[in-house]
């Protein structure tokens, strides 16, 4: 599997989307989802023994710690017929906090064969940590624009994109705007300029393009943060977000 897919991933869409599914038979299949093979197909239905589904416990409100326990354990033991394991996690915004802390480590450096599905409707109800190590998909559905959008994800999906491939004159406009954001949004607008560009990474790995200006925006988030909590102002932050 190219290890420069994102192996943790938020996909934004109903419980009941089959994009989920389709998500999951794509890590599984060695064709990356061909829609025909054994893997694909019991993936789709939810059957596949590679696939472990968690959810809200039957008559309770929040899915607990010990559940993600468990599949933390389960994460260590290598799949039984497929290429991947892979967790997926429905109405994933309904993980406790203690349950969300508990992902972090995993998802943040899983194991090579392993892939972390967060299924949700609102992303924004999960924890900033967990949002910033996953990539975030959505489903199809034109409804989840109102239930998702956050102050400023059109600011960050558009900055992504220009770094992605834009001009250097479009990117100062840009940075122009990211400096006019009150300083205590800046860890969060961080946060989503992550999201957004690995969202296009993995598109154009799928797409075999050039995803070094990418990688390069996301490994600036990082250093941002730590300029951010070092006490740096946002035109500086903005600056080093900017530079393509």
């Known amino acids: ?6 192996q943790s991933v938020i996909f934004v869409s109903r419980e009941d989307d089959p994009g989920v599914l389709g998500l999951a ?19 789709r239905a939810g059957t596949h023994p590679d696939l472990k589904i968690i959810s809200v416990p039957e008559g309770k409100a929040e899915i607990p710690v010990d559940s993600v326990r468990e599949m933390i354990r389960d994460a260590s033991e290598y799949p ?28 943040e450096e899983p194991p090579e064969y392993c ?15 967990v949002r910033s190590r ?20 059109k600011l960050a999906e558009s ?3 220009l770094c992605s491939g834009g001009k250097k ?33 993995v598109r154009r790995v799928i797409k075999n393009a050039d995803c070094s200006r990418l990688s390069a925006l996301i490994s600036s988030c990082g250093e941002c943060e730590e300029l951010l909590s070092g006490g740096a102002g946002t035109r500086h932050i903005a600056a080093r977000l900017s530079v393509i």
């Open 134 to 153: 996953c990539a975030m998909l959505r489903g199809n559905a034109a409804d989840f624009a109102a239930k998702t959008a956050q102050p400023n994800e």
């Open 169 to 201: 004159a479009d990117m100062l406009a840009l940075s122009f705007e990211v400096e006019k954001l009150p300083r205590s949004e800046l860890a969060a607008f961080i946060a989503l300029v992550r999201e957004k560009a690995a969202e296009l990474l």
């Open 25 to 43: 038979a794509g890590f599984l299949c060695a064709d990356g989802g061909c829609g025909d093979c054994y893997d694909c197909r019991r993936a």
């Open 115 to 129: 892939r972390f599905i967060l299924q949700t409707e609102s992303p924004g109800r999960l924890l900033p940590t």
């Open 80 to 107: 039984a017929v497929s290429r991947a394991s892979v967790f997926l996690v429905k109405d994933a915004d309904c993980l406790n906090p203690s349950a969300q802390n508990a992902l972090l480590k995993i998802i």
């Open 159 to 161: 900055l992504a994109a």
């Open 1 to 6: 599997m190219n290890s420069r897919i994102p």
